[in-house]
C-alpha cells in the first residue's frame, strides 16, 4: 500500500494515476469537499481515502506501508493565517517524516521552488545543502516549506532517526490536468487558454522591475507528467536520499508562454499587460530556474519536456476535449 497526501489534488492525483496504471493500492489523504475535486480521482478510484483528521488514527493501525509520497499542503502562495500553514506544511511534515522513521517507510515529499525568495541568476538556484540557511522565501508558503527542509536536515545532521529513504523535491512551475479546482493558484497555462479561448488577447502582469521589460519575467515552467516522472523515479531508486530541484533546467519569459498558448489554441498571438496586484508586489518572482546538477549527478535522466510540446499536448490532450482529467 501507498499513501499519497493531497492525493486528490492536481500533483497528487495525477501520481496517484500514475501508481494505479502500475497497479498498487493507494490510500489518498485529502479532503474532497462539495465542489469538483473528485474528478481528479474519477478515473483511478483510490483503495480508500483518509481526511487529514482521520490521519492520526489510520496511521496508528496502518497495514504494510511500501511509501509515503507527501505532496499536500497549503500552497497558496498568498496564504495569509500562519498558524494553519504552520501546522499544515511543518508539524504534518514532521509527524509523518517521524512515523515513517520509526515504521521504516521511504518518505518522498513537496518542497518548492518558492522557497528560493527573490533570486534573480541561474547560479542563486542551487539545491545544494551549504546554500540552504542564505535562502529568504518571499511568502508564508515558501517560507513554510524552507522551515520544513531545514527541519528535516537538521535532524539528520543531529544523528535522529530517519526513513531509509527521504527526498524532498523543490517543484517549479507546475502545469497540466487536473489542476482545475486550484482557483486563484491554477497556472498561468490554463489561465491564458481560457482568456484566448474567449477571444479575448492573453493578458501578463507588467513588470514590476525598471530592469525587465513587460513579458520578459522568466520562470521554470514544467509539465506535471514529468513531474511525476520524477517522483517515481525517487521510488524506484531507494538508495537516493537527499533536497532536490525539480524543474526543467530551461527558463523561458512569460511571452513565450503566452505565444505557445496561442499557438496551440490555434488562435492570433495577441498580448496586453495590465498591472501587477498590490498583493502580489514585492512577493513575486521575476525569475526561476532550477539548476539540476545534483538530481542529474543522483543519476536522474529524465528528459524534461519543453515548453511549446507541453502546452500542445495539455491543449490538445486535456483542454480541448469534454474530459480533461487524467
Not at 509520497?69 to 500552497?75: D, E, M, N, R
Not at 501546522?87 to 518558492?114: D, G, H, K, Q
Request: hydrophobic share 40%; net charge negative.
Amino acid at each position: 500500500m501507498i499513501i499519497v497526501t493531497g492525493g486528490a489534488g492536481f500533483i497528487g492525483s495525477c501520481l496517484h494515476a500514475a501508481l494505479k496504471a502500475r497497479g498498487k493500492q493507494t490510500v489518498v489523504v485529502d479532503r474532497l469537499r462539495d465542489g469538483g475535486k473528485w474528478r481528479n480521482l474519477a478515473h483511478h478510484a483510490p483503495d480508500r481515502i483518509v481526511t487529514p483528521e482521520e490521519l492520526p488514527g489510520f496511521l496508528d493501525a496502518a497495514p504494510a506501508v511500501e511509501a509515503v509520497f507527501h505532496l499536500g499542503a497549503i500552497s497558496a502562495t498568498t496564504a495569509r493565517d500562519g498558524d494553519l500553514v504552520w501546522s499544515t506544511n511543518v508539524v504534518l511534515s514532521e509527524t509523518l517524516m517521524n512515523w515513517c522513521a520509526a515504521r521504516a517507510v521511504p518518505f518522498i515529499y513537496a518542497s518548492s521552488a518558492a522557497t528560493y525568495g527573490s533570486a534573480d541568476r541561474p547560479e542563486l538556484f542551487s539545491d545544494a545543502p551549504a546554500r540552504l540557511e542564505t535562502l529568504r522565501p518571499l511568502n508564508l508558503y515558501g517560507w513554510s516549506k524552507h522551515v520544513f527542509d531545514r527541519h528535516l536536515l537538521a535532524a539528520r545532521d543531529r544523528g535522529e532517526a530517519m526513513p531509509p529513504q527521504w527526498a524532498g523535491l523543490k517543484f517549479f512551475n507546475v502545469y497540466g490536468p487536473n489542476e482545475y479546482h486550484k482557483g486563484s493558484m491554477i497556472s498561468v497555462v490554463k489561465v491564458k487558454y481560457d482568456e484566448v479561448m474567449r477571444g479575448g488577447p492573453a493578458r501578463l502582469f507588467r513588470s514590476d522591475r525598471s530592469d525587465m521589460a513587460d513579458g520578459a519575467q522568466v520562470r521554470d515552467f514544467i509539465w506535471v507528467g514529468d513531474v511525476v516522472d520524477v517522483l517515481l523515479w525517487f521510488y524506484d531508486h531507494p538508495g537516493v536520499s537527499g533536497l532536490y530541484n525539480c524543474g526543467t533546467g530551461v527558463a523561458r519569459t512569460y511571452l513565450d508562454l503566452a505565444h505557445a498558448v496561442c499557438d496551440a489554441a490555434g488562435k492570433p498571438r495577441e498580448v496586453a499587460f495590465i498591472d501587477m496586484p498590490e498583493a502580489l508586489r514585492g512577493q513575486y518572482q521575476s525569475y526561476t530556474c532550477a539548476d539540476l546538477t545534483r538530481l542529474r549527478a543522483a543519476g536522474c535522466d529524465i528528459a524534461f519536456t519543453s515548453l511549446e510540446d507541453g502546452i500542445a499536448r495539455y491543449v490538445r490532450d486535456y483542454l480541448a476535449t469534454p474530459d480533461p482529467y487524467v
